[in-house]
């Protein structure tokens, strides 16, 4: 790059360019989203629920599920928040003049958003089932239930792993 290529100011084209490219790289990762909560839900363990006449209740309340559940969903979503970052850096670079901002906003945005569709689509997994044995008053024993996403922190190890993985590339790249 020139020192008159850095004043030149953006084009309204490369703007909107941005723009798709990041509405884009947000709408892709949303759709990820689903197929990776469905993996969490498969992978993630599962709690004994007793039913008893006063309702359901955990069979080991200070069981450690809880917090296995929410480390395998960050490990989850930083893989593929790092896959994500590392093949928007590979399509990027196919641009010409380079990744502008758009890329960076939609793998922010999008991937935040993806997490969130993971946690509630996982979430989901088993609930239907789940709500129908605890609704049959004659049903008595112990079922397995699914576990919803307790550390809401954890939402951001997407876009964390795919603005990383983004970087990382770029700025190694320019060395």
């Not at 884009?24 to 498969?42: E, K, M």
Request: glycine fraction near 14%; charged fraction near 15%; charge should be neutral.
């Amino acid at each position: 790059m020139t020192p008159s290529d850095a004043s030149t100011p953006p084009t309204p084209a490369g703007w909107q360019q941005d723009l798709l490219v990041g509405l884009l790289t947000t709408v892709v990762l949303v759709l990820l989203g689903a197929p990776v909560g469905l993996l969490w839900a498969a992978l993630s363990p599962r709690v004994d629920v007793a039913l008893r006449a006063g309702g359901p209740g955990l069979v080991m309340p200070e069981t450690g599920d809880f917090i296995g559940a929410d480390g395998l969903f960050l490990v989850i979503v930083l893989a593929v928040g790092t896959a994500c970052g590392v093949l928007a850096w590979v399509l990027a670079q196919r641009t010409r003049p380079g990744p502008g901002p758009g890329v960076v906003l939609g793998l922010a945005l999008g991937g935040l958003l993806a997490a969130y569709v993971a946690s509630r689509t996982g979430a989901q997994v088993g609930r239907e089932e789940f709500l129908a044995a605890v609704d049959d008053a004659a049903r008595r024993g112990t079922i397995q239930a699914s576990i919803r996403l307790r550390a809401t922190e954890a939402l951001v190890g997407w876009p964390v792993g795919a603005l990383a993985a983004f970087a990382g590339l770029t700025s190694s790249s320019r060395r």
